[in-house]
């Protein structure tokens, strides 16, 4: 009796423990940068709507840092429990697609209309006429000034560096004692973004970062060189003393609180900041304008840095395909509309379609900072725009621009620079470590 | 003045094993040879029950220190990406590579300066913070509480919290400096010349708590009748600190010392999080953050692992050398 009783119990435990692994649902990560609450929330929303028409999915999202998604998506991949989509850079995608790590998003491409998406951005990650990565949005770095300053001390817009040394220069404030109260110029010191203002400098000088043929690094020709030269030009005189450890959001908290003139590195997500943070009086693009970034010495164009993460769907990932249903939801107008509406400047429509669509343009930011999103389209498409560390498309075909990106050795490079290395000499250590570390990887053309 | 005795240790010695040991004040090496004299030699049963019993134990050291240490070895001597499965066996070279990296030295000099400082000054302020909370105050119960503190927020939240009271244009540091008259211009407290002595500080005021617990905790069990017979020899309070209470301590302060240095010397989240390894934060690329640089933004894992097991070395060489240096102390400790 005791015994029949035995088995029937394990029989119902068994039989509950078959129907609860059965019954799991498929449990889909998803890791963004879009850490903005608002910008949470909104994709909370498309998770919940896409939720309801997929029962056997749950979407999980999680926001990450943008300077700590790089070393947290390798660490995943290292454990071997990567998300099962990401936003990444497009070096990145690159490195991840070389590596063979990544699913093709044809047919999410499929489902948004290959030739919807902008032409602008379909390079972020497409490999061997495929796509690995499709931009969850796009964006530019911008040069954000005072426009009221700028204005009063009847200034020209610069078109060289040395002009706008100049500029930044009369933009400084002092008080009788002779203390800057207002610097002209505030740039970040994170890693990530001295990454990003090299690639982009080294292009509006006319210059390259990587051999196309052999993959060598060619950090000590002239145009990087000259780079340099900039940075220490810049700090000894229109940067404040610490810039090398200020982060990200520091600049803005510069410009908006009157602490600096100028950023070459703000981007339109600054809008919010400004709104949030200056005087009511002054948040208005009458206040903060963007106007057209300066060329090199060697250079006579200049350059942006897009700021358009790829989404990456990992092959290994558990639930790679429900991953891939999730993203055709995301990218279905409605949604997206939603998701881009959060941070207007910043998160500009990937999909041509979105761009002139009505429920698009009827928002009232993107009217009010238009001047912002202008300048914005005006680098996509005069193609002087170009991801990290990435001069010409055809960058992206190196393989190893994650590890540049992630080493340190740029950044190194330039505070050496600044910290009173001659330019030349900081530029040789940095092509040395370079190439030692592009031969330690196995990517040796030369 | 003779030394107090040991009543601690009088306390966990048996009787029966003083009387077997010669009845000295005698430590636990004394206790330990009595009963290995006075003991039969265990039979198989007994032993192999005996092996049985530690038996879990011994499993739980080795799969989870013996193993990780003894990878990290094998990968060291790998060239390995850090997510890609390719390696190849190289033998010595990582560490040939790193003998010669000028990184590595510099990093291991960075992060000898942030242990000594934060170490020293960690000691200094938690001894001093324990003997003025051992005393008798009012609110002294609610400055207890207060002071621990920085030890109990998440390194996350210190850090943050002590960047923007150092930030050079809004902080409220230098907002004092300049309304005080004290400094002429702000100071780049989190630029390069300066990150390394507010990354000490910060995590001085984040760590020394710890020392002050420790050290609290054995003040208090010190008997009152040691400081009333010096008080009677006519001891002043310096002497009295150095004759009664810095031997008390000393056991304690030879475990608290150690423990700091091997926390303070494989710190990363304070380090990192000031200043993550670039920029500024270069000048505070201390060893275990270039370890991790080379593991995961570098993806040089076997050169990550052989970093790691440089930092494993050269801790096993101070501890044997600190345990050799105070015998005394570790014995009492």
């Given at each position: 009796?005791?015994?029949?009783?035995?088995?029937?119990?394990?029989?119902?435990?068994l039989?509950?423990?078959?129907?609860?692994?059965?019954?799991?649902?498929?449990?889909?990560?998803?890791?963004?940068?879009e850490?903005?609450?608002?910008?949470?929330?909104?994709?909370?929303?498309?998770?919940?709507?896409?939720e309801?028409?997929?029962?056997?999915?749950?979407?999980?999202?999680?926001?990450?840092?943008?300077?700590?998604?790089?070393?947290?998506?390798?660490?995943?991949?290292?454990?071997?429990?990567?998300?099962?989509?990401?936003?990444?850079q497009?070096?990145?995608c690159?490195?991840?697609?070389?590596?063979?790590?990544?699913?093709?998003?044809?047919?999410?491409?499929?489902?948004?209309?290959?030739d919807?998406?902008?032409?602008?951005?379909?390079?972020?990650?497409?490999?061997?006429?495929?796509?690995?990565g499709?931009?969850?949005?796009?964006?530019?770095?911008?040069?954000?000034?005072?426009?009221?300053?700028?204005?009063?001390?009847?200034?020209?817009?610069?078109?060289?560096?040395?002009?706008?040394?100049?500029v930044?220069?009369?933009?400084?404030?002092?008080?009788?004692?002779?203390?800057?109260?207002?610097?002209?110029?505030?740039?970040?010191?994170?890693?990530?973004?001295?990454?990003?203002?090299?690639?982009e400098?080294?292009?509006?000088?006319?210059?390259?970062?990587f051999?196309?043929?052999?993959?060598?690094?060619?950090?000590?020709?002239?145009?990087?060189?000259?780079?340099?030269?900039?940075y220490?030009?810049?700090?000894?005189?229109?940067?404040?003393?610490?810039?090398?450890?200020?982060?990200?959001?520091?600049?803005f908290?510069?410009?908006?609180?009157?602490k600096?003139?100028?950023?070459?590195?703000?981007?339109?997500?600054?809008?919010g900041?400004?709104?949030?943070y200056?005087?009511?009086?002054?948040?208005?693009?009458?206040?903060?304008?963007?106007?057209?970034?300066?060329?090199?010495?060697?250079g006579?164009?200049?350059?942006?840095?897009?700021?358009?993460?790829?989404?990456?769907?990992?092959?290994?990932?558990?639930?790679?395909e429900?991953?891939?249903?999730?993203?055709?939801?995301?990218?279905?107008?409605?949604?997206?509309?939603?998701?881009?509406?959060?941070?207007?400047?910043?998160?500009?429509?990937?999909?041509?379609?979105?761009?002139?669509?009505?429920?698009?343009?009827?928002?009232?930011?993107?009217?009010?900072?238009?001047?912002w999103?202008?300048?914005?389209?005006?680098?996509?498409?005069?193609?002087?725009a170009?991801?990290?560390?990435?001069?010409?498309?055809?960058?992206?075909?190196l393989?190893?621009?994650?590890?540049?990106?992630?080493?340190?050795?740029?950044?190194?490079?330039v505070?050496?620079?600044?910290?009173?290395?001659?330019?030349?000499?900081?530029?040789?250590?940095?092509?040395?470590?370079?190439?030692?570390?592009i031969?330690?990887?196995?990517?040796?053309?030369? | 003045?003779?030394?107090?005795?040991?009543?601690?240790?009088?306390?966990?010695?048996?009787?029966?094993?003083?009387?077997?040991?010669?009845?000295?004040?005698?430590?636990?090496?004394?206790?330990?040879?009595a009963?290995?004299?006075?003991?039969?030699?265990?039979?198989?049963?007994?032993?192999?029950?005996?092996?049985?019993t530690?038996?879990?134990?011994l499993?739980?050291?080795l799969?989870?220190?013996?193993?990780?240490?003894?990878?990290?070895?094998?990968?060291?001597?790998?060239?390995?990406?850090?997510?890609?499965?390719?390696?190849?066996?190289?033998g010595?070279?990582?560490?040939?590579?790193?003998?010669?990296?000028?990184e590595?030295?510099?990093?291991l000099?960075?992060?000898?300066?942030?242990?000594?400082?934060?170490?020293?000054?960690?000691?200094?302020?938690?001894?001093a913070?324990?003997?003025?909370?051992?005393?008798?105050?009012?609110?002294?119960?609610?400055?207890?509480?207060?002071?621990?503190?920085?030890?109990?927020?998440?390194?996350?939240?210190?850090?943050?919290?002590?960047?923007?009271?150092l930030?050079d244009?809004?902080?409220?540091?230098?907002?004092w400096?300049?309304?005080?008259?004290?400094?002429?211009?702000?100071?780049?407290?989190?630029?390069?010349d300066?990150?390394?002595?507010?990354?000490?500080?910060?995590?001085?005021?984040?760590?020394?708590?710890?020392?002050?617990?420790?050290?609290?905790?054995?003040l208090?069990?010190?008997?009152?009748?040691?400081?009333?017979?010096?008080?009677?020899?006519?001891?002043?309070?310096?002497?009295?600190?150095?004759?009664?209470?810095?031997?008390?301590?000393r056991?304690?302060?030879?475990?608290?010392i150690?423990?700091?240095?091997?926390?303070?010397?494989?710190?990363?989240d304070?380090?990192?999080?000031?200043?993550?390894?670039?920029?500024?934060?270069?000048?505070?690329?201390?060893?275990?953050?270039?370890?991790?640089?080379?593991?995961?933004?570098y993806?040089?894992?076997?050169?990550?692992?052989?970093?790691?097991?440089?930092?494993?070395?050269?801790?096993?060489?101070s501890?044997?050398?600190?345990?050799?240096?105070?015998?005394?102390?570790?014995?009492?400790?």
């Amino acid at each position: 009796m005791r015994r029949g009783a035995g088995i029937a119990f394990l029989a119902i435990v068994l039989t509950w423990a078959t129907w609860a692994w059965g019954g799991e649902k498929k449990e889909v990560r998803i890791w963004h940068t879009e850490t903005e609450p608002q910008s949470v929330a909104a994709f909370q929303q498309i998770i919940n709507d896409f939720e309801k028409l997929h029962a056997d999915i749950t979407v999980k999202q999680e926001a990450l840092a943008w300077g700590d998604l790089e070393a947290k998506l390798t660490a995943a991949l290292a454990a071997g429990a990567p998300p099962d989509a990401s936003h990444g850079q497009a070096v990145t995608c690159a490195s991840f697609y070389a590596k063979g790590l990544l699913r093709d998003q044809e047919d999410i491409a499929a489902a948004i209309g290959r030739d919807n998406i902008w032409e602008a951005v379909r390079r972020q990650c497409l490999h061997d006429g495929k796509y690995y990565g499709i931009p969850h949005s796009a964006a530019t770095s911008l040069l954000i000034y005072r426009k009221d300053v700028f204005r009063q001390k009847g200034l020209k817009p610069p078109e060289t560096w040395d002009e706008f040394i100049k500029v930044a220069e009369a933009m400084m404030e002092r008080d009788a004692s002779g203390r800057v109260t207002r610097y002209g110029l505030s740039l970040p010191g994170v890693g990530l973004f001295i990454n990003i203002a090299v690639g982009e400098l080294t292009k509006a000088n006319g210059g390259r970062l990587f051999d196309l043929k052999t993959g060598r690094p060619t950090f000590t020709e002239k145009q990087v060189v000259e780079v340099l030269d900039f940075y220490k030009k810049l700090s000894a005189t229109v940067l404040p003393p610490g810039w090398l450890g200020h982060g990200y959001l520091d600049t803005f908290a510069n410009l908006a609180t009157g602490k600096a003139a100028m950023l070459y590195q703000g981007y339109g997500r600054g809008t919010g900041y400004i709104e949030k943070y200056s005087p009511k009086e002054m948040a208005d693009p009458e206040h903060f304008g963007v106007m057209v970034k300066p060329h090199g010495p060697s250079g006579k164009e200049t350059a942006a840095q897009i700021d358009a993460e790829p989404w990456m769907i990992f092959k290994n990932a558990r639930h790679p395909e429900e991953a891939a249903a999730f993203l055709k939801f995301f990218f279905k107008e409605e949604n997206y509309i939603k998701y881009l509406h959060t941070v207007p400047i910043h998160l500009l429509p990937t999909l041509k379609s979105v761009r002139v669509n009505p429920a698009y343009q009827a928002n009232e930011t993107v009217r009010k900072w238009k001047e912002w999103q202008d300048m914005q389209y005006r680098y996509f498409e005069t193609a002087q725009a170009k991801p990290t560390l990435i001069v010409e498309w055809d960058d992206l075909r190196l393989p190893f621009g994650l590890e540049i990106l992630g080493s340190g050795i740029v950044p190194d490079m330039v505070t050496d620079a600044v910290k009173g290395m001659p330019s030349a000499q900081a530029a040789a250590k940095a092509q040395a470590r370079a190439e030692e570390l592009i031969t330690k990887l196995g990517h040796k053309r030369w | 003045m003779p030394g107090p005795p040991d009543l601690r240790l009088q306390a966990v010695v048996p009787p029966e094993a003083s009387s077997q040991a010669g009845a000295a004040p005698g430590g636990m090496r004394l206790y330990s040879q009595a009963t290995r004299a006075g003991a039969t030699r265990p039979g198989r049963h007994q032993q192999f029950v005996g092996l049985l019993t530690i038996a879990p134990a011994l499993i739980l050291i080795l799969s989870l220190i013996l193993y990780p240490v003894a990878y990290s070895i094998w990968l060291s001597l790998l060239e390995k990406h850090s997510f890609f499965p390719q390696q190849r066996f190289i033998g010595l070279e990582n560490y040939v590579y790193l003998w010669g990296d000028e990184e590595f030295w510099t990093s291991l000099w960075l992060g000898v300066v942030y242990s000594f400082w934060t170490i020293l000054f960690q000691i200094l302020l938690g001894v001093a913070a324990a003997l003025i909370l051992n005393e008798s105050f009012v609110g002294r119960g609610l400055v207890r509480g207060i002071v621990l503190f920085p030890y109990m927020i998440p390194t996350i939240v210190a850090v943050i919290l002590w960047k923007w009271l150092l930030n050079d244009t809004y902080g409220v540091v230098n907002y004092w400096l300049l309304a005080l008259g004290i400094v002429r211009d702000p100071i780049s407290w989190l630029g390069t010349d300066e990150i390394m002595l507010s990354t000490i500080v910060m995590s001085i005021w984040q760590f020394f708590p710890f020392v002050l617990l420790s050290i609290l905790a054995r003040l208090q069990t010190i008997p009152e009748e040691l400081y009333e017979a010096a008080k009677v020899d006519g001891a002043s309070a310096l002497r009295r600190f150095t004759h009664v209470t810095l031997p008390q301590i000393r056991g304690i302060l030879f475990v608290v010392i150690l423990l700091r240095s091997i926390w303070m010397f494989t710190k990363f989240d304070t380090v990192w999080l000031m200043g993550e390894g670039a920029g500024a934060g270069r000048y505070i690329r201390t060893l275990p953050v270039y370890a991790y640089m080379r593991t995961l933004t570098y993806y040089q894992a076997g050169l990550g692992a052989a970093l790691a097991v440089i930092m494993f070395a050269i801790l096993i060489v101070s501890t044997v050398l600190y345990f050799g240096l105070f015998r005394e102390e570790a014995d009492i400790g």
